[in-house]
């Protein structure tokens, strides 16, 4: 029991962090960022090129798959984005360019590095095995972590200027322009901040699971349950999301073994069921 | 408007004598006979989408549509196989299977709107693959597989069409069966859509309050858009697993389901052919640019980018902008 927790509270760590990006370019831009889980991807990758391959330190690589990341979410809002939001009559046509960014990730993903299945030697070696929970100490690392970059983010957008202007942004956009916020400036902020995070975990996690080409789907679709589950465009939300599907995932590989792998057979369709009874998840924006 | 009528006859008889004859002349004068399979996926494809197209049009972003295809050529495929029935009964029951289950989940469903209804019916689309390698009559991953060609057809006496494995060239049948079903369908959302009940769907799209607050029925029309959208991707289905004889938990996943939304996008939201001539275009698009290698989805997603760039509303909106010029 101990074990199931602790595994469903590392798994949620580092589930809510990629909630969060996603949420925020959400509720920044109103875009449903469908390369979401490419962009943890390519993190997953530079690390490993830069940690791996050419032998820098942990931390060297992790920063430059969030810069990398930031660099290319922000020309992704300056140039593509930004541009099609003025020219569209509906709204939804951002969701076509997103999910064409997203395969051309996965092209430029698997031309740059292949489709093997890559990892990286651990960071920090051993198990910790005590009061009837194992769990090898680079996990516990990484979920700290991940844990410490949630709450800097928190942090960040509470109390500084940028975080207070993204704010702002998100709540009615009209009314932060005319209050002075240069909105076209935060949304490109707000977009390199999503994907650096994107980019933070895939980092983070390829010390872990590793990374291939092919995850960048599957991730997305976690990352939008966990939106959904929260309420998408809050940030409480997508960490909340993150923990609960963390857990349940944990729960029910566990619980529901010897039905076979239905475990989010069961989870989409509690989703579904939740999602009939709170419309907006659980601390969501009317029809975000 | 007399001449504006006779124009859209012309079009439409143009259209018919092009799916129907031209192609078919020019493809067996050419001998390209492999180009039958991709126009008959084309059309079955702009079938689904045509679906997808009708939930756009009460204003719902829908990505579950592969949840349905593979739920109709799983119907389809059971009844064959297990039950012996012929594969003529089995595409309406499939079609109607989907449209009943499709009224069962809207119900809850349609309530969502915006991302919220897009992120649920991509996890359905993943639901249904789940379901389908879980449950003990779609035989799990293995799938099911050598199906029969549908066979003959007769009312009274009379043979309407032929048994498949007879036919000498059973693409050029399973074309013909495709691009019927297409023109039926585009036929139907065309009446739709200039129909009392399509207007009222507009105004669904652009603002359901006021429309619930002047005695439009909202709940009720978007169960009837959501159910005919599910009925024509369970159909497609349907023909799908009678072309390629085989049904996997696969066949249809999230890509799917997205490319269905893409051929939506591409073609234009604001157009009853836009998911036709999306279809084409990004089949045929995917399948020239093979040649390139490994380049394919490089080059193939680059021009996305660049026609969402240049055309955000899609392709037909061209022809707009030119009669506005």
């Given at each position: ?11 949620g760590?580092?589930?809510a962090?990629?909630?969060l990006g ?13 390369a979401?889980?490419?962009m943890?991807?390519?993190?997953g ?26 660099v290319?979410g ?6 593509l ?13 951002t969701?076509?360019?997103?999910a064409?960014?997203?395969f051309f990730?996965?092209?430029v ?6 489709e ?6 651990k960071?920090v070696?051993?198990v ?24 800097a983010?928190?942090?960040y ?5 940028v ?6 942004l998100a ?22 901040l999503g994907?650096?995070?994107?980019g ?29 589950i ?10 909340a ?6 857990m ?9 073994r ?10 989409f ?6 999602l009939s ?10 029809w975000? | 408007m ?5 124009m ?14 031209a192609?078919?002349?020019a ?30 049009y ?9 949840a ?34 499709s ?17 649920v ?14 449950l003990?009559?779609?035989?799990g991953a ?12 007769s009312?009274f ?5 032929p ?12 074309y013909?069966l ?5 023109v ?5 959302m065309y ?12 105004s ?28 024509f ?25 997205v490319?269905f ?7 234009g939201?604001?157009?009853v ?7 084409l275009?990004l089949?045929?698009?995917?399948d ?8 394919q ?15 955000p509303?899609g ?8 009669k506005?010029?």
């Amino acid at each position: 029991m101990e074990q199931v927790i602790a595994n469903g509270l590392y798994l949620g760590a580092q589930y809510a962090l990629i909630a969060l990006g996603l949420t925020l370019i959400f509720a920044l831009m109103n875009v449903l960022n469908f390369a979401h889980g490419q962009m943890y991807v390519l993190g997953g990758f530079i690390t490993y090129t830069v940690y791996g391959q050419l032998g820098l330190p942990f931390v060297v690589a992790l920063l430059a798959s969030g810069i990398t990341l930031a660099v290319i979410g922000a020309l992704m809002e300056k140039f593509l984005f930004r541009t099609v939001i003025r020219r569209s009559h509906r709204e939804e046509s951002t969701m076509l360019l997103a999910a064409a960014t997203a395969f051309f990730f996965d092209a430029v993903i698997l031309l740059l590095f292949g489709e093997k299945q890559r990892g990286v030697p651990k960071i920090v070696k051993g198990v910790f095995n005590d009061a009837g929970i194992i769990m090898p100490y680079d996990r516990m690392v990484v979920g700290a972590l991940a844990i410490v970059f949630i709450a800097a983010f928190v942090l960040y957008m509470q109390y500084s200027r940028v975080g207070r202007a993204m704010r702002a942004l998100a709540q009615d956009r009209v009314a932060a322009q005319l209050m002075g916020v240069r909105v076209d400036r935060y949304s490109m902020i707000g977009f390199a901040l999503g994907a650096m995070l994107a980019g933070v975990v895939g980092g983070l996690l390829v010390t872990i699971t590793g990374v291939n080409s092919g995850i960048g789907g599957p991730i997305s679709i976690k990352a939008f349950l966990m939106v959904m589950i929260g309420g998408a465009g809050v940030v409480g939300g997508a960490i909340a999301g993150g923990f609960i599907l963390g857990m349940m995932e944990s729960v029910g590989l566990t619980a529901l073994r010897e039905y076979g792998d239905v475990t989010y057979l069961v989870i989409f369709a509690a989703l579904m069921v939740f999602l009939s009874i709170r419309p907006n998840g659980l601390m969501g924006k009317p029809w975000g | 408007m007399t001449r504006n009528r006779n124009m859209e006859i012309a079009s439409v008889v143009a259209f018919l004598a092009i799916v129907f004859v031209a192609v078919p002349a020019a493809i067996s004068a050419s001998g390209r006979f492999d180009l039958y399979y991709t126009l008959t996926s084309v059309a079955l494809l702009s079938i689904a989408s045509a679906g997808v197209w009708l939930t756009f049009y009460i204003g719902r972003i829908n990505i579950g549509q592969g949840a349905y295809a593979l739920m109709g050529g799983y119907v389809s495929a059971i009844l064959v196989m297990n039950y012996g029935w012929s594969f003529w009964w089995t595409l309406p029951v499939a079609g109607l299977f989907c449209a009943a289950a499709s009224v069962l989940i809207g119900l809850p469903i349609l309530r969502l709107r915006g991302v919220y209804f897009a992120m649920v019916t991509l996890v359905l689309t993943e639901v249904a693959r789940l379901l389908a390698l879980a449950l003990p009559i779609t035989n799990g991953a293995k799938g099911i597989v050598s199906i029969p060609l549908p066979g003959a057809l007769s009312v009274f006496g009379l043979t309407i069409i032929p048994d498949f494995a007879t036919l000498q060239n059973s693409r050029l049948a399973f074309y013909l069966l495709a691009v019927t079903l297409m023109v039926v369908c585009f036929g139907v959302m065309y009446r739709l859509v200039h129909s009392r009940i399509g207007k009222l769907c507009q105004s669904l799209q652009q603002n359901e309050e006021l429309a619930s607050s002047i005695g439009v029925n909202i709940a009720y029309l978007r169960i009837i858009a959501y159910a005919v959208s599910s009925f024509f991707g369970g159909v497609a289905g349907a023909i799908f697993a009678a072309i390629s004889q085989s049904i996997y938990p696969s066949s249809f996943t999230v890509t799917d389901s997205v490319n269905f939304m893409l051929n939506c996008f591409l073609g234009g939201l604001g157009y009853v052919f836009g998911p036709m001539l999306g279809t084409l275009v990004l089949y045929f698009g995917w399948d020239l640019l093979f040649q390139t290698g490994e380049f394919q989805l490089l080059i193939y997603s680059g021009l996305m980018i660049v026609l969402m760039l240049v055309l955000p509303n899609g392709l037909l909106s061209l022809a707009e902008t030119r009669k506005k010029a």
